[in-house]
């Protein structure tokens, strides 16, 4: 029996899609084994967001030949599609698979195995087909990630994913609906629905159906508690889309809605199709409609041009939304975008200064946002047991995303509803 073994850098997608490829090696009869471990087949499912994305790609594809020489060592996804012939001059990497390819791992291995060319990267400028890949199991015992549309039209000039990922496309609402099912059975009670651009999910598709039916469709399936969204534009938010969603139970009172920057100025660079005005007015529908939701957002700081004005009126906005949680980068050149080809780069040292600033900020919004959970009555789905101070207790999230710590007989994986007394070290909620 071979044995194989993976690693995943990037986003949920790609955490999903790895999931996907183990599961076809374990039911060709491979064993799949820690990617510390010696292994007879190494598959790395690359990123190449950023530059630093491909060069860690190229770092743990260079561990796997190292770890066993005469293992096959195959780069897969992103990186592979943005620079496939880069990939193919290192002497680390036996096969390449790009995105759309992935569901055919086993017949490529086979191939290669067999001494044939088994290269396998797609022009994905040109339209495609949604690459159907499915699990049936996965590693977390409450909440599973169900991939459900891939690739981007939106061209920001800083982002690399539509030439990487392709234009979008959705998959059919029957192959997720039967999923999440399986998924369900398998005693998962969370689900989060994730894509490469989550709102145009259907718009390919034709007018039947867009991201709000197909939640409509999910919604009933028994013993699913919990519907999660992932990244979302701010476009998709209207009163209509909030007002829908509130009438749904499970859905998740957490929005994680793309910012990047609060300057008018900064945004038109990236090329990004609204302005900090129309955005705050997406979070004031969610805050009418839902009362106390969670709003989480990623801003990117140093872009090509900021001017130290503009990063005080993108730090500003974010005090004015007032966010959970916010994740912050420094602008990472990627080659092959416009932002690349920029003037006015900003230099390392004022992107970490004004990055210490912004993570400064968002520790003290977080923690104001659980505290104003705290006499609340909330829902917590426990995953795990933690000792706090001298006691254990369950820890789990409620449906904010807001990690808390419950003392309860309960097991992971049940719901139970517990009284917020207060803050542990500011960072995890404690309820009775």
Do not use: W
Not at 174 to 186: G, M, Q, T, W, Y
Not at 288 to 315: C, H, L, M, S, W
Not at 356 to 367: G, H, I, T
């Amino acid at each position: 029996m071979r044995k194989a073994a993976f690693h995943t850098l990037g986003c949920k997608v790609n955490s999903y899609e790895t999931e996907a490829m183990q599961e076809m090696l374990q039911k060709a009869g491979y064993e799949i084994v820690p990617f510390e471990e010696a292994a007879d087949v190494y598959v790395v499912n690359t990123c190449s967001v950023t530059n630093i994305a491909d060069r860690k790609s190229r770092q743990m594809l260079h561990r796997a030949k190292k770890r066993n020489p005469q293992a096959v060592v195959v780069a897969a996804g992103c990186y592979v599609q943005e620079a496939p012939e880069e990939v193919k001059k290192d002497e680390a990497v036996d096969l390449i698979i790009g995105n759309n390819r992935k569901k055919d791992l086993v017949s490529l291995l086979e191939e290669y195995f067999a001494g044939q060319e088994a290269d396998a990267v797609v022009d994905l400028v040109k339209p495609c087909e949604y690459e159907e890949l499915t699990i049936h199991t996965v590693a977390e015992r409450t909440r599973a990630y169900v991939k459900i549309q891939d690739g981007c039209n939106q061209f920001c000039s800083y982002c690399i994913i539509p030439y990487t990922r392709g234009r979008i496309r959705s998959r059919q609402p029957e192959d997720v609906l039967e999923e999440v099912k399986r998924l369900a059975a398998s005693g998962r009670k969370e689900i989060v629905l994730t894509g490469i651009h989550l709102s145009s999910y259907g718009v390919d598709l034709g007018e039947e159906i867009r991201l709000l039916d197909l939640i409509r469709m999910i919604h009933p399936i028994e013993g699913i508690e919990r519907i999660r969204l992932g990244s979302l534009e701010p476009g998709i938010i209207t009163e209509d889309f909030a007002y829908n969603l509130k009438q749904m139970d499970k859905v998740c009172p957490h929005f994680h809605l793309s910012l990047q920057s609060g300057c008018k100025e900064t945004l038109k660079r990236m090329n990004r199709k609204y302005t900090p005005e129309e955005y705050y007015e997406k979070c004031e529908i969610l805050r009418r409609v839902y009362g106390n939701p969670a709003i989480t957002t990623d801003v990117i700081v140093g872009f090509p041009g900021e001017t130290e004005e503009e990063f005080q009126t993108t730090k500003a906005f974010l005090e004015k939304v007032h966010f959970f949680e916010m994740h912050i980068f420094k602008y990472s050149r990627r080659r092959g975008t416009k932002a690349d080809r920029m003037d006015n780069q900003i230099p390392e040292q004022v992107k970490g200064v004004r990055s210490d600033e912004l993570l400064a900020l968002e520790k003290q919004m977080s923690e104001e946002y659980r505290q104003s959970l705290v006499g609340r009555t909330v829902q917590v789905l426990l995953e795990e047991e933690i000792e706090i101070g001298s006691e254990k207790r369950m820890v789990g999230h409620t449906p904010e995303y807001v990690r808390c710590a419950v003392k309860t007989q309960k097991e992971a994986n049940e719901i139970v509803t517990a009284v917020c007394s207060g803050l542990y070290h500011g960072e995890v909620l404690l309820a009775e």
